[in-house]
């Protein structure tokens, strides 16, 4: 029962991280920026639970030289990852910015485990898979299509059908990019683990990513020309103390990825997650949370959560 309320826990967290980090963005006027911030809250977050568990903060030397290359690069990933979704939550959403990156999340992780690829048991692709992941496209084009075609009833004039076609092939590849980030995340899970399996610690392996995804945006941040010290404008009066929130909801969702997926698995962890994640995102649409505009969920936006979420559960735990 614990784990089951974790996982929600963590996806509802996920989904407030973003919205946050885009308020973050739209005070600092930089995506990276935010990222930086939400990062560097993160890892200190990270470090404090450390100490104040009396372990080790930083991996030893003769670690970094004998374990895998590839386990260092889920700070990497998840720079890339929360940098997108700072992106993606201004052009497309809460409910979409959530859908489309578990789309690529889905296709990503089947391909995972069918292959077997960085270091997981190989779980072969089977008819059901594919029925899951047909419902999982399916349900996606169901919550995003139909609202747009009952929007679309009112005749256009020419003006329109010309800024709504550029806009919507705009939307789509913020969309593709979407899917790209899911991979993104589907990937970094397994890395994240094995990187806890070898130092030992969740708490450290959490730490350690964070702290990697830090300092690669510290080093790419300076070649947008954008100065450090726009921070201060988070100092400035009537700033929301929740603006500094979004890093450590990040590190609390890789520390307890890291625990729960030994406990329950990684199947189950993705479908509690995805549950979570899909009702925070509706919370933040519907209800205006953290100074978002209200949007109206319509029916055919929740008949095709429904499917995808049937979809899921087929395939992560059928």
């Avoid at 308020?23 to 990270?46: C, E, I, K, N």
């Avoid at 899917?179 to 993104?184: A, D, E, H, L, T």
């Avoid at 009537?238 to 890291?258: D, E, T």
Wanted: aromatic share 10%.
């Amino acid at each position: 029962m614990l784990a089951i309320v974790l996982g929600i826990l963590m996806g509802v967290g996920v989904s407030l991280q973003t919205v946050i980090n885009s308020r973050l963005r739209g005070y600092l006027m930089s995506p990276l920026l935010a990222s930086v911030v939400s990062f560097t809250v993160g890892s200190t977050f990270l470090a404090l639970m450390l100490l104040f568990n009396n372990e080790h903060v930083f991996p030893t030397e003769e670690l970094l030289q004998t374990a895998p290359k590839h386990i260092w690069i889920g700070g990497f990933l998840g720079a890339i990852w929360i940098t997108g979704n700072i992106f993606l939550f201004q052009r497309l959403g809460a409910v979409q910015t959530a859908i489309f990156p578990i789309l690529g999340q889905i296709i990503s992780s089947v391909l995972i485990d069918h292959f077997g690829w960085l270091g997981v048991n190989i779980k072969e692709i089977t008819s059901l898979k594919i029925l899951g992941l047909t419902l999982v496209v399916a349900g996606i084009l169901v919550s995003i299509t139909l609202p747009f075609n009952k929007a679309k009833l009112v005749t256009p004039t020419h003006e329109q059908l010309d800024k709504n076609e550029s806009s919507s092939w705009t939307i789509w590849l913020w969309r593709l990019f979407g899917i790209s980030g899911g991979i993104v995340i589907a990937v970094q899970s397994p890395i994240n683990t094995q990187l806890s399996h070898y130092l030992g610690s969740p708490i450290q392996a959490s730490f350690t990513s964070f702290f990697i995804g830090m300092i690669v945006l510290m080093i790419v941040y300076p070649f947008t020309d954008k100065k450090l010290t726009a921070i201060t404008r988070l100092y400035e009066p009537n700033r929301p103390w929740w603006i500094w929130m979004g890093g450590v909801l990040g590190g609390c969702f890789v520390m307890l990825s890291v625990i729960l997926v030994p406990w329950i698995g990684v199947s189950q962890m993705l479908v509690l997650v995805l549950l979570g994640q899909l009702s925070g995102s509706l919370c933040v649409d519907t209800l205006g949370w953290f100074g978002v505009p209200k949007k109206k969920i319509l029916m055919p936006q929740l008949i095709g959560i429904m499917m995808l979420v049937v979809g899921v559960v087929i395939i992560r735990l059928i």
